[in-house]
């Protein structure tokens, strides 16, 4: 029997799919937005059952050639690893390319949370917060991550309900009022002297303020250290 090997073989050819030999020429999306992904994770690595990331899918249009060196992978300028960012992808090999893939990280954390109407002035207790998971991505300016990073300090605005506490809402209590009546104390080397004086202005703990010593009606400046208390060093 005659066997036309030509007319077999050609249609073999045809039968295989196409795509495959185009797999070894194009970079797969797939590879490109996994890379992104390690990336991200890696950055993220210290908070990982707390972190979702969700890499926006490439035009079906986009073809580079398949890179013959592990891809690299940097952040693009201005961008963050967290929250709404952009990651560069570099293939360095003869035919280099770059591509910056978008891509969104959500990082949920318990964060302090008002659970009572808070007012301008007032010192928050514990019955006024709690601690909920929230997505900290978002929050541009800052927060509270334990209860007592804000039971004793003091609402600088009204906080609503539900709101997120952060080192712009709340400041530290003044412990030293002004006119009020406040022990100064003295320190060196050998000994400490203590004497009564008058608060000029308000003090937070830590915070340097004029102070004037009743016996010599001298006006100094000391730092407040505790309630009533001021210390200057000699």
């Not at 302090?112 to 808070?118: C, E, L």
Request: glycine share 6%; with cysteine; proline share 3%.
């Amino acid at each position: 029997m005659n066997i036309r090997l030509g007319s077999i073989i050609i249609p073999l050819l045809l039968a295989l799919p196409f795509s495959s030999a185009l797999g070894k020429q194009y970079q797969s999306h797939k590879s490109i937005r996994t890379a992104v992904s390690d990336f991200l994770t890696d950055k993220n690595s210290h908070q990982l059952d707390q972190i979702q990331i969700k890499v926006n899918r490439l035009d079906r249009r986009l073809k580079l050639h398949l890179c013959d060196m592990p891809l690299e992978r940097f952040l693009s300028p201005g961008s963050r690893d967290y929250g709404r960012t952009t990651i560069g992808i570099r293939c360095d090999d003869d035919k280099p390319w770059t591509i910056y893939v978008s891509a969104q990280v959500t990082i949920h954390k318990p964060v302090v949370v008002a659970i009572s109407s808070i007012r301008r002035g007032q010192l928050i207790t514990a019955e006024d917060v709690m601690l909920e998971n929230k997505n900290v991505s978002t929050l541009h300016f800052g927060y509270l991550n334990s209860i007592e990073a804000a039971i004793g300090s003091i609402a600088k605005r009204h906080i609503s309900v539900g709101k997120i506490l952060t080192k712009q809402t709340i400041g530290a209590p003044k412990i030293v009022r002004r006119g009020e009546h406040v022990t100064i104390i003295s320190n060196n080397k050998r000994f400490s002297v203590r004497m009564a004086g008058k608060a000029m202005s308000d003090g937070t703990k830590g915070k340097r303020i004029r102070v004037k010593n009743n016996s010599s009606k001298r006006i100094i400046e000391a730092t407040v250290t505790a309630p009533g208390v001021v210390t200057v060093s000699s």
